[in-house]
């Protein structure tokens, strides 16, 4: 059974940092580009960063470039999240999924059940 598993969400005040952690399981992890979206109250998805997990490779929305940082862990099948100087509107609920390249997720045939992320100011 394919499944994606997010943690490390959670309430944090603008500046501070969370890191999100994706497991992965019932597919070849290394075949994958696995990445990370996101949808907030009255916005549509979209998608925050990805990263190939067979040769590193990363895409991040402008919105987050140089405060965002995507990692993965092929061990351990995990994708990470290291999330910095967080605003109040990277507020969204966060999805892992697989394949994410589509930034839009209409590639991404396998989701995590997403986890919340809120930034207070």
């Known amino acids: 059974e394919v499944q994606l598993v997010e943690s490390g969400g959670g309430l944090v005040q603008a500046g501070g940092s969370l890191r999100l952690s994706c497991a992965a399981s019932?597919?070849?992890?290394?075949?994958?580009?696995i990445g990370w979206f996101r949808q907030a109250p009255g916005k549509e998805r979209e998608g925050v960063s990805c990263?190939?997990?067979?040769?590193?490779?990363?895409y991040y929305a402008d919105s987050v470039k140089g405060r965002f940082t995507i990692s993965s862990d092929n061990a351990k099948n995990t994708v990470y999240l290291q999330m910095n100087s967080l605003k109040p509107e990277d507020t969204a609920v966060y999805y892992c999924?697989?394949?994410?390249?589509?930034?839009?997720?209409?590639?991404?045939?396998?989701w995590g059940q997403g986890t919340q992320v809120t930034v207070s100011s």
């Open positions: 999924a697989a394949d994410c390249s589509d930034p839009l997720g209409t590639l991404s045939d396998y």
């Open positions: 019932g597919f070849t992890f290394d075949d994958y580009a």
């Open positions: 990263i190939s997990s067979s040769d590193g490779s990363t």
